[in-house]
Structures are given as C-alpha cells and as structure tokens.
C-alpha cells in the first residue's frame, strides 16, 4: 500500500461513513445507556396491548429495521410489518390506528419520505417511536418518543435497538432463547474492536482485486437479508459509484441464474449459520463453478456467534471493503454525494436527505 | 423485421414463456370458472375467523402473490404476511397455526421450496391452498385446497386469484370501492387483447435500441412493485440471460443514484397513477437528465384503468420487449434453461424446479 492510499484511510477515519472506528465503543455505551430505556417500552408495549408494530425507514434505515420484524416474528406473537416510508403511506393500512406503534429510523432526522410516514402515522392516531442521531431533530421534535443514539453508527445502533426491543417482547412472551440472544449481544462490542483492527488488511487485498469491477451482486438470506441489501444496494452504489443488485439468496436459483451462461459479474456471497446456510452455499457453489468473480462472507469464521447476530459480525469486514474499493477509485472524500443532499431526490420544508 | 426473425416470433407464440397469445381468454376463462370458488374461500375465510393468512411462493410465484397483501393490507383487517418460500420455513412464524391460511403458488406445483413450505405450514396445521397449474402436481395432491388454473398463464392467473379473494375480504368488511375495482377487473380481458396486437411493434423498436445491453435496472412501486421485481429479476435475468438489478422506485434516491455520476445503465421505470407517481416521476427525471438508458411503461398510456390494476396492464408491452430482446440476443428456444430444472438448484424427490 503507497503512502498516499495510507493518508486517504486516515482521512476516511473521520469520514460520517466510515463508522467501524466507533462501533465497538458507541455500540457498549447505546447497550449501556440505553437498555432500561427500550426494555421498558418494550413491556409497555405488551401491556398496552399493542395490537401492530410498524417498522418504517427508508435505504439503509429500512432494513436495519427488518431484523426487527425477523425477531418479532419468529418469537412472538405480535403482528408486524416492516415497510419503505413511501410505501407505508401509499398502502395506507386499514389495521393503522391508536392501538398500533410505528418505530421509524432515520439519521439525519429529516428524510423527506420518514418524515412524511410520521405525520401520516400520527394523523391515523398511533404511536409514534423516533430512532434518530439527534433528538433536536426535525421527527425528534414531533415523534412521541425518541430514541436518540448520537453517533454515526447509522446502522448498528439502530440495529440494535430493533434487537433489544424485539427480543424484550419475546422474553416477555415467555421465549428463553431470547435471552441468550441478549446476551450474546453484549459479547458483541469487544469482537468490532478486534474487527477494526484483523480486517483492514484482506479487505484491502480484496479490494484490490475487485477494483475494475463496476457491478456486485450481493446475496444474503434470514439474518443477512437486511446487511446484503445494505451494502448491495446503497453502500456498494452510494460509496463506490457502481452498479448493483440485491435479492435473497435463495432467490437467485429463480431465475438470476441464467444470466450466469453469458455474464460473469462480482457476487458477494453472505453466508450465515442460521437455517439458510445449506441452500446459500448451494447458491455459492453454482455461481463459483460458473465462472462468477466471488467474495464470500462467512459468520463461520468468526468464532461460535449466536446465527441470529449475524449482521453485527459481517458489518465491519464488508465496510473496510466498501472503504478501499472507494479509494481505489479515486472518491477520497467519503462524505461527498454527486446527488443526494442537494434538494433533488428530497424535497420539502427543513427536509435535507436524501 | 427479416424473414427469420418473423419465423422466430412465430414460434414463440407456442413457448411456454410468452403468455401474452393466451392471457385473455384465459383470464376471462379464470375469472368465470373459478370466481365462485375463490368468493366462498374468502367468505370461509370470515367465518372461521382467519388470524394471520401467509401468501408464498418463490421468484416469480412469489411477486405474483404480493398483491394480495398489498390488497389485504390496504383495505381489510386480517394480518398478512408475503414470504419468500425458504424465508417462511427458515423464520418459524410462532403466529402460524390452527388459524392461519397459507397460499402458495408455484407453476409446477413441484418448486422445492414451495413443496416444503407446504409441508412445513401443514406441520403446523395450518390450512393450506395451492395454486398451481395442475392439481394432479405433487402440491395439488398434498394442499387442503387446490386452486388449479390450467393455463402457462403463470403470472396474470395466480395474480388474478390474489386480486378476487382479496377484494372479496375487503367486499364482507365492508369496502366499497373493492367492487368497483372486481367490476373493472373483469374489464381487463379485451384490453389485453388488444395489447397482443398493438403493442408487438414498439417493443420490436425498443428492443432493437437495446439490445446490446447486458444490464437492466427495473424499478416501480405500488401496485407496480411485484411486476417490477418479476422483469428485473426473473423475465430479463432468465430469459435474456444479462444482469438485472431491481429495488422500489423510492429506493433509488437512497443510495443507488450515485452510481449515475459513472454509470448510464439501461433502467426501465414502471409508472404506475397511484399515489405513487410523483415520486417515481421524480426519480425517472434524475435518471433521464443524467444519462440513463430510459425505457418507460406507463399506466396512464391505457386509458382510465383503476390504479390498482395497474400490473395486469403493464404485463404484455414488457413481455412482447423480453421476446423480441431474448431472440435478438440469440436465445431462440424461449423455454429452454442452461441451469434451471436440472436437478441442480431444485432438489428433492419429484422436485422438478428450479
């Protein structure tokens, strides 16, 4: 690596994109601080009858919430829906009223499409749940509640907000797996500071060999849905300015496959411990017997984790990737978008994302 | 258009991909035999006071589906969920049970997925329904119902059953406007007719204009979105064999739009004339001032349709494109897949597919 490479990951430690420098630290105090806070609406919650949850976000603060829907689905009994804020208003629930509470995630606090979704949830009487950096923010001012994470860990904490609160309402229903979940997650801190530090290298040397590379496929099933829609379709696009595509794992024996007879493209495969591995694996053998150029994602290389906590491990691996693929192709300033931010995409009074 | 590219269409009109010959007398045929059947399911479905319906199915057998939950969603109380086949199995609902209904679609009736998902909802005594072509399939012999429509009408069939069980929900809770939209259902035969003839030529155009693409960006929303995600993902990836990417049209601003500032991809915007045309109209702007390869398909082309239609009448002008594209691109035998059904990615005893 020259020494201009170097200074430009120096500078990308203090880029808003680059969170894995924080993310053990900020991740310990969120889980600290902010514990009691979402176990405790997570029992009011139960003993308010809740009688819907709606998960709303948009990019990649939409499907750090889907985690939340995974959890609430597969313990409890509480029917729940995780939506893009447009389409969330556009359906326009019938089920939508004052016995529902609509978590909606946004960093900035005012994404025109979030912002939106929480004034129409609020006109159809429910309760409203603000995940943002800042509780000065335009949907903190008007949010009902607001979980407030100053950080720019934009994705874990979030992330685990839908895990503390998802796996709270499981206890409460009585699941005894949800507390080793738990657990586990406080285990998690301590492994990204080992991550920041064991990863940078391969991620370089991957990088270096995907660097002409102007399109990724990226799959991902169960617990890795939501990272491989991440990183497919706005991390890899929004950072690294390339084409990208995103599906379920299990999705590209479906059809996708096909174009493997003529194309080759980069294929990063995320593979978890979870009930999907058998047919993820299944997937990654045929594209790599097929001539697919591949990046494999493994949460089996990273010690014996809980399946479920899967997005929490591969997060930091991918990132570093993400930062060097960027550098190498000549975007040295991390924060900077061509489009987004400038009031095209979003629109609106105080609006300023996307 | 030569002789032999003549020839080539005219042989496709007998593959079992290209429904568009077919779709309306076999959609009149449907609606006719099957609406009484499908009105007592929904009215069953009352009475036993259904807690949670699961609609299921993989690639294009699931997107055909997810209108019905948008439909459920949109104007009924009953909880819903759309799950990919595999994703269904792999989460483990603790909802599903005794009182839930699970639906799933799949042409030969013998998708592994699907054949398992059956399996797994029966174990959890769920009461299931197939929708299949033939109830003499491996799942037509092992639901508790079998809907079976008889027709290579893959997509327009099963959607149609989403469609009339849906609104018949939403018709005994009450919603007046779910018969005004199963009245102009019943309107959508002859236009489809029409569509066969008239829209052959335009889509010999476009295709000629695109036909040295090897990537295609598919994007709608609402009504649109399932039929967006069945070109991106299944039609073109499959059946033209080049890369395909596919996400909600509101989703682009998050993320992927900063792939314009290197890339001028070929996109093709569904557009629907509900509620979420402002938005997608916004986007399809980006895209055009910035380079894209633009393929537009708009609802508002067709006449006074209700919006909620919208991917029964979008469905032949991109099957005519993917016809042409495909014969263009070499692949002359439409039903013929270089990996799908062969044992590959579909395993299992009298699994047949994918």
């Known amino acids: 690596m020259n020494d201009q490479l170097s200074n430009l990951v120096q500078k990308a430690k203090e880029s808003t994109l680059f969170t894995a420098p924080v993310l053990s630290s900020h991740l310990e105090r969120f889980l600290k601080e902010k514990r009691d806070l979402i176990r405790n609406l997570a ?8 009688e819907h949850i709606y998960w709303v976000g948009s990019g990649n603060s939409w499907v750090n919430l889907h985690s939340g829907k995974q959890i609430l689905d597969r313990y409890t009994t509480i029917p729940n829906d995780c939506f893009i804020s447009y389409d969330f208003i556009w359906r326009n629930p019938r089920r939508l009223g004052e016995k529902s509470w609509v978590f909606l995630a946004s960093f900035s606090g005012a994404t025109e499409d979030t912002v939106l979704a929480l004034r129409y949830a609020k ?3 429910a309760r409203t ?7 000065e923010s335009l949907m903190g001012r008007e949010a009902d509640v607001v979980i407030e994470y100053q950080s720019k860990a ?21 699941v005894e797996e949800a507390d080793k979940v738990m657990q586990e997650l406080y ?3 301590p492994l990204l500071h080992k991550q920041y530090i064991t990863e940078e290298q391969s991620a370089y040397q991957k990088a ?9 496929y990226v799959l991902g099933s169960g617990p890795l849905y939501g990272l491989a829609y991440k990183f497919g379709l706005t991390v890899f696009m929004e950072n690294m300015r390339v084409n990208g595509s995103f599906m379920d794992a299990s999705e590209f024996r479906h059809g996708p496959v096909e174009m493997l007879w003529r194309e080759k493209p980069a294929m990063v495969f995320l593979i978890g411990t979870d009930e999907s591995r058998p047919i993820v694996e299944r997937v990654y053998q045929v594209a790599m017997t097929n001539g697919a150029k591949i990046l494999r994602y493994d949460l089996a290389d990273y010690g014996d984790i809980h399946p479920l906590l899967a997005p929490f491990v591969l997060m930091i691996p991918l990132q570093w990737f993400a930062v060097y693929s960027a550098l190498l192709r000549g975007i040295t300033d991390l924060d900077e978008r061509v489009f987004m931010g400038r009031g095209i995409l979003g629109q609106g009074n105080q609006i300023i994302w996307p």
């Open 43 to 50: 029992r009011q919650a139960i003993e308010e009858k809740v």
């Open 123 to 125: 006109m159809r009487q």
């Open 129 to 135: 749940i603000a995940i943002v950096n800042s509780a």
């Open 154 to 174: 934009l994705y874990i904490l979030p992330l685990a907000f839908a895990y503390v609160f998802s796996l709270e309402i499981a206890r409460l229903q009585g």
């Open 187 to 189: 285990n998690i801190p």
């Open 208 to 216: 270096m060999m995907f660097k002409d590379e102007n399109l990724f």
